[in-house]
Nanobody, 124 residues
Framework: QVQLVESGGGLVQAGGSLRLSCVAS????????MGWFRQAPGKEREFVAG????????FYPHSGEGRFTISRDNVNNTVYLRIDSLKPEDTAVYFC?????????????????WGQGTQVSVSS
């Protein structure tokens, strides 16, 4: 069993940056691929970024536009998501998820463990 706890969300102005953190419990974190998803009100949850078990490969959808950076620290069981040049349309609840395979999936059904989410709100 893996428990994931996100933090770092908040209210920021457009153009600013945030770094979200997700701390995982359990000793198998370093073997799991990790992903970040987000869900805006009235919309489906969407993939934002993924990272392989050792951090050697990262994955972003085309819509990421280079503003998202995922990274991980396997010593401290933490995965991060940095968002630069925030836009109002980035407003959403951001979730981290663990995929019990070395490479991350692109859809939420591929992930076994989820955090409770952290709210990011961007004002114009």
């Amino acid at each position: 069993q893996v428990q994931l706890v996100e933090s770092g969300g908040g209210l920021v102005q457009a153009g600013g940056s945030l770094r979200l953190s997700c701390v995982a419990s359990g000793h198998k974190f370093s073997t799991y691929a990790m992903g970040w998803f987000r869900q805006a009100p009235g919309k489906e949850r969407e993939f934002v970024a993924g990272i392989s078990w050792n951090g050697g490969r990262t994955f972003y959808p085309h819509s990421g536009e280079g503003r998202f950076t995922i990274s991980r620290d396997n010593v401290n069981n933490t995965v991060y998501l940095r968002i630069d040049s925030l836009k109002p349309e980035d407003t959403a609840v951001y979730f981290c998820a663990a995929d019990t395979v070395p490479l991350p999936g692109w859809v939420e059904a591929e992930y076994e463990y989820w955090g409770q989410g952290t709210q990011v709100s961007v004002s114009s």
